[in-house]
């Protein structure tokens, strides 16, 4: 019998071996070629999954967000307890950080991305939109914990949520270039969220 291929899962490998690649070397300089001899498959089965590389680069960035997802649910449902708004928000920004092996070559990935949306303007929208939703989530969370009289009196939750994640973007580039480590920038988080969450620690 045939051995059946399982093509999501080889989609995703190419997409990983595209990411290893934007985290060492930059986007610009990869090509299908390399990301074929990374992944350890033939130019024929890349470009049978993918046309170009641009549809490659957009479907490994969707990919890499989804991979970010499951490791924050992952996260939340092992903490053994129902999550609370502060506990989503805390998560969320901890997965940003670069603060160990997956997150720091996301972040790194990020860059990569970043980068080539300065002369692509498709590639810009992409990327672009990445803030606004993170944004979105904090601000939801954030509303519902004044709902339910959580927050600190005077919080805003729109204007809060822009801050958390300002916060969590200067935090995430002081880790790459050294200048924080990411204790530091964890306790910088949490001393922030015991303001927004009083008496939440």
């Given amino acids: ?3 059946r291929v399982d093509h999501d899962a080889r989609r995703r490998e190419i997409a990983d071996a595209l990411l290893r690649l934007a985290t060492a070397e930059g986007l610009e300089s990869v090509s299908l070629r390399h990301v074929a001899a990374e992944a350890g498959i033939s130019m024929g089965a890349v470009q049978h999954y993918f046309r170009s590389k641009d549809e490659m680069v957009v479907f ?3 990919h890499q ?3 970010q997802e ?3 649910v992952a996260s939340l449902r092992d903490a053994g307890h129902p999550p609370t ?3 989503v928000i805390r998560t969320i920004m901890l997965e940003i950080l670069p603060i160990d092996g997956p997150s720091r070559a996301a972040w790194l990935a990020g860059i990569a991305y970043f980068i080539r949306a300065m002369s692509d303007p498709r590639m ?3 990327v672009a939109a990445g803030g606004p939703k993170v944004i979105e989530v904090f601000a939801e969370r954030l509303a519902a914990a004044r709902t339910a009289g959580e927050l600190a009196p005077g919080v805003d939750p729109v204007h ?3 801050v958390l994640w300002s916060l969590v973007d200067a935090q995430a580039t002081a880790i790459v270039l050294g ?3 990411p204790e530091q920038a964890v306790a910088t988080v949490d001393y922030h969220l015991s303001r927004v969450f009083p008496g939440r620690g």
């Fill in 179 to 181: 200048g924080r480590t």
């Fill in 60 to 62: 490994a960035l969707e």
């Fill in 85 to 87: 708004d502060r506990d």
């Fill in 70 to 72: 499951q490791r924050i």
């Fill in 1 to 3: 019998m045939p051995r």
């Fill in 124 to 126: 810009a929208a992409i």
């Fill in 160 to 162: 809060e949520a822009v």
């Fill in 65 to 67: 967000s989804q991979q």
